[in-house]
């Protein structure tokens, strides 16, 4: 059985005592009566705020105009950046499935059996029902939950989003170019696949809750649908508090996208798809202005690791970072991340350290709930950094990759202890470092310049860090293995 979880209601008092000094502060027994009779009045629960993630799929750190691509046109992406906070050192895991389960679980992928790789469609495992997701903690406070979108940690019905806290599901269960069609295709064959795709090509489902309702699911319009589906959800839910998971399957190859956004961009294909995205950001944010929840509505848009590189321009950019996606430099794990709650959050830009596994506890916090408490949980609290701007409470990075812990940081330093390969496919096992790398990243984002030897001493203070992180990770089952036998790829 799933854990429970005692919540208590922030009850809101200001306001009921400020009538005490309103009108030329009368005395409460000729006002109001006693003071012992207005505490005993029914006193109405704040409602806590909305929460919606939309998370792109590997979308890189230098894929929106706000973080500095010069031809992708990202307006709305741009201006809840301009009236929130755009974080710059913000990360997610190295690939698809740790990430989503990190996300959700507030854990490390490692605590879950999903850090080694991908599932697949013919994987049986996947996020197993002991975890507990955000939806389920905040279903202890009354919340309407939905995921719509790319989910990607599990394909049986066990595994499934309305059986980890969501109401409701209306997506694709792995990622968009899994299932293909064709055999005895050679890998260049595939390759132009790829590049060139057509619907037909992958067999994808699109579910709703726990059937197929297409398939292949046509993608060219499903960055709209997901849109449509999670406007539907708002409109239902306006008057509860809800949480809105919205996955996109875009811009993770193969890249489509509708009738309206072909050529739309200078980017070429990959910008369209990302432009569609923004553009359906800005539905979802005009829509909480008609309905007036916009100010109690707190947005969260990020991305789930670096981009895939392999397809030349049609994979995405790190800008200045190092690396993509499937490696541990921090183009594969640090990406955008831009929170939006109009009225609340304190504008700026936060250059401290967050990461997506702070999510659950932030969310738990800010709802007046309670995070699950019989579990390693590995997040923090942000809602301070939210709302006053303080420092981030995160001084610590761990950068899991497929065989395990491979580098640390803290504060401005990280040292990996296993250097990524060079490429950045997941069948390419990245070899152990014969010797530590460090870099400053306040200095050195590129990770070009190697202080291992100019600082030894903080190569052995970040191991040693490492190895005390390595004695709470208690070794659980792999979910990734598939019915053939397959590994991760």
Same mark, same amino acid.
């Given at each position: 059985?799933?854990?429970?979880?005692?919540?208590?209601?922030?009850?809101?008092?200001?306001?009921?005592? @400020?009538?005490?000094? #309103?009108?030329?502060?009368?005395?409460?027994?000729?006002?109001?009566?006693?003071?012992?009779?207005?505490?005993?009045?029914?006193?109405?629960?704040?409602?806590?705020?909305?929460?919606?993630?939309?998370?792109?799929?590997?979308?890189?750190?230098?894929?929106?105009?706000?973080?500095?691509?010069?031809?992708?046109?990202?307006?709305?992406?741009?201006?809840?950046?301009?009236?929130?906070?755009?974080?710059?050192?913000?990360?997610?895991?190295?690939?698809?499935?740790?990430?989503?389960?990190?996300?959700?679980?507030?854990?490390? +992928? *490692?605590?879950?059996?999903?850090?080694?790789? *991908?599932?697949?469609?013919?994987?049986?495992?996947?996020?197993?029902?002991?975890?507990?997701?955000?939806?389920?903690?905040?279903?202890?406070?009354?919340?309407?939950?939905?995921? #719509?979108?790319?989910?990607?940690?599990?394909?049986?019905? !066990?595994?499934?989003?309305?059986?980890?806290?969501?109401?409701?599901?209306?997506?694709?269960?792995?990622?968009?170019?899994?299932?293909?069609?064709?055999?005895?295709?050679?890998?260049?064959?595939?390759?132009?696949?790829?590049?060139?795709?057509?619907? !037909?090509?992958?067999?994808?489902?699109?579910?709703?809750?726990?059937?197929?309702?297409?398939?292949?699911?046509?993608?060219?319009?499903?960055?709209?649908?997901?849109?449509?589906?999670?406007?539907?959800?708002?409109?239902?839910?306006?008057?509860?508090?809800?949480?809105?998971?919205?996955?996109?399957?875009?811009?993770?190859?193969?890249?489509?996208?509708?009738?309206?956004?072909?050529?739309?961009?200078?980017? @070429? #294909?990959?910008?369209?798809?990302?432009?569609?995205?923004?553009? %359906?950001?800005?539905? &979802?944010?005009?829509?909480?202005?008609?309905?007036?929840?916009?100010? %109690?509505?707190?947005?969260?848009?990020?991305?789930?690791?670096?981009?895939?590189?392999?397809?030349?321009?049609?994979? @995405?950019?790190?800008?200045?970072?190092?690396?993509?996606?499937?490696?541990?430099?921090?183009?594969?794990?640090?990406?955008?991340?831009?929170?939006?709650?109009?009225?609340?959050?304190?504008?700026?830009? #936060?250059?401290?350290?967050?990461?997506?596994?702070?999510?659950?506890?932030?969310?738990?916090?800010?709802? @007046?709930?309670?995070?699950?408490?019989? $579990?390693?949980?590995?997040?923090?609290?942000?809602?301070?950094?939210? $709302?006053?701007?303080?420092?981030?409470?995160?001084?610590?990075?761990?950068?899991?990759?497929?065989?395990?812990? +491979?580098?640390?940081?803290?504060?401005?330093?990280?040292?990996?202890?296993?250097?990524?390969?060079?490429?950045?496919?997941?069948? %390419?096992?990245?070899?152990? +470092?014969?010797?530590?790398?460090?870099?400053?990243?306040?200095?050195?984002?590129?990770?070009?310049?190697?202080?291992?030897?100019?600082?030894?001493? &903080?190569?052995?203070?970040?191991?040693?860090?490492?190895?005390?992180?390595?004695?709470? *990770?208690?070794? *659980?089952? %792999?979910?990734?293995?598939?019915?053939?036998?397959?590994?991760?790829?």
């Amino acid at each position: 059985m799933r854990g429970t979880m005692r919540i208590c209601l922030r009850l809101s008092i200001v306001g009921l005592l @400020g009538l005490a000094l #309103v009108g030329g502060a009368q005395p409460f027994d000729e006002a109001q009566g006693s003071r012992e009779a207005l505490e005993r009045q029914p006193r109405a629960p704040q409602r806590p705020p909305n929460f919606i993630i939309i998370l792109a799929d590997d979308q890189g750190y230098g894929d929106l105009g706000g973080y500095g691509h010069p031809t992708i046109r990202t307006p709305n992406l741009d201006r809840l950046a301009s009236e929130g906070q755009r974080w710059t050192s913000f990360y997610a895991a190295y690939v698809c499935t740790p990430s989503r389960a990190q996300l959700l679980t507030g854990r490390l +992928a *490692v605590r879950t059996g999903l850090q080694s790789g *991908v599932l697949f469609p013919d994987s049986t495992g996947g996020l197993q029902p002991e975890e507990i997701t955000i939806a389920e903690v905040l279903k202890t406070r009354g919340y309407a939950t939905a995921m #719509v979108g790319k989910w990607h940690l599990g394909v049986l019905p !066990e595994y499934l989003p309305t059986q980890q806290g969501f109401d409701s599901y209306f997506g694709i269960p792995y990622s968009n170019d899994m299932d293909q069609t064709g055999e005895g295709l050679t890998a260049d064959q595939r390759f132009e696949r790829y590049m060139d795709p057509r619907i !037909e090509y992958f067999n994808v489902p699109l579910m709703r809750n726990g059937g197929i309702i297409e398939r292949p699911a046509q993608q060219t319009t499903i960055t709209r649908r997901y849109t449509d589906e999670g406007i539907a959800f708002i409109k239902a839910h306006r008057d509860q508090p809800f949480f809105l998971y919205l996955a996109h399957n875009m811009p993770h190859m193969p890249l489509f996208r509708s009738k309206e956004f072909e050529h739309h961009s200078q980017r @070429g #294909v990959y910008g369209d798809a990302v432009e569609e995205i923004d553009a %359906n950001v800005g539905r &979802i944010v005009a829509t909480l202005r008609e309905l007036k929840i916009d100010q %109690n509505t707190l947005v969260l848009y990020m991305s789930d690791n670096g981009p895939w590189a392999p397809y030349l321009e049609q994979g @995405g950019s790190a800008g200045l970072l190092r690396g993509a996606k499937s490696t541990t430099w921090e183009g594969g794990m640090r990406v955008p991340a831009i929170f939006w709650w109009p009225g609340t959050i304190k504008t700026g830009i #936060v250059t401290g350290i967050g990461s997506e596994l702070d999510i659950l506890q932030t969310f738990a916090s800010l709802a @007046g709930g309670q995070p699950p408490a019989d $579990r390693v949980l590995d997040g923090f609290d942000l809602s301070a950094t939210l $709302r006053t701007g303080a420092a981030s409470p995160r001084d610590t990075m761990f950068y899991y990759g497929a065989r395990g812990l +491979a580098a640390v940081r803290r504060g401005s330093y990280k040292a990996h202890f296993i250097t990524p390969a060079a490429g950045t496919s997941l069948t %390419n096992t990245p070899p152990a +470092a014969d010797t530590p790398q460090l870099y400053n990243l306040d200095q050195d984002p590129s990770e070009k310049f190697d202080l291992a030897s100019k600082h030894p001493e &903080i190569v052995e203070q970040l191991r040693r860090v490492a190895d005390e992180h390595a004695k709470t *990770v208690v070794p *659980v089952k %792999n979910q990734i293995a598939t019915r053939t036998g397959r590994g991760s790829q």
